[in-house]
């Protein structure tokens, strides 16, 4: 399935997308229910797809974010493709390096729940608070089934399904201070989407991951090329700590990030990404000034 959080006539619905017809057809949840985006579908407990009503043309909505508020911080990965890591490392801004470019665990840390905006949204430059703003193209987890001590055996049980995730990042933040949530966590530094879909429709072994910035190609690689896979993720985070339903988990980038060029291409205000992964679809975001 492709479901969407979206919202139309001001009130917010989950539906299921149809591509090919450009609809999507809203499941039967009360307002209520609706408010929480995908959650509403994934803590459902087992009780099925409820029935769906009246497709409506994708061009008459607006699509939000899939988990427009996560209720925790999204969980993210460090350092997880292989030239990623060595461009990181030569950056500067790599705490870690001194311990080698590539890691021997995963390098985890967290993005706040209100940095997460929607596809098509703007992500806000705030030349006041940091003058290094970059893109990080990322496939997002989406827990269905919570645990703790989870096996790599079991792990992709507990997966729901998938989207898209922009890493933004101020380096200079992640640069200044010992740990990077101040830098990652920026107001409009997490958009996400722009659906998600279900465990069964991504090929992890195939599917490929771009970016282009202002329909320059910047990232190219796949999701197999992970340096610890999806199950190896799942089973660290999950060693004392209890995973719920709903949970991110945004895996780690490729290489071509704007501080892996000499000199490095941050992003400015008027700057497009566009992050595509295959199964998914394609999130873009542009980037303007904050206006105070």
Known sequence: MRVAT?????????GLVDLDAQTVAPFDFT??????????????????VPRTLSPIPLAQVEIEAPIPQPRR???????????HAHEFARSGFDSSAGAGAIPKHPIIFSKVPESVVANHANVLIDSSVSTAIDYEAELAVIIGKGGRGISRENALDHVWGYTIVNDVTARD???KYSQWLIGKSQDTFCPMGPWAVTRDELDLATAGIRC?????????????LLIFDIPTIIATLSQGITLKP???????TPVGVGIGFDPPKYLKAGDVVRIEI???????????EHVQ
């Open 6 to 14: 979206f919202s139309i006539a001001g009130e917010r619905r989950v």
């Open 212 to 224: 282009f910035v202002n329909e320059d190609l910047r990232q190219d690689s796949r999701i197999s």
């Open 246 to 252: 709903g949970d991110i988990i945004a895996t780690g």
């Open 73 to 83: 911080n999204i969980f993210c990965v460090g350092k997880n493709y292989h030239e």
């Open 31 to 48: 307002v209520d229910q609706a408010r929480s985006g995908i959650l509403a579908l994934i803590e459902r407990n087992g009780a099925g």
């Open 173 to 175: 933040l992640q640069g």
């Open 278 to 288: 295959d199964g998914i679809g394609t999130l873009e975001n542009s980037f303007a």
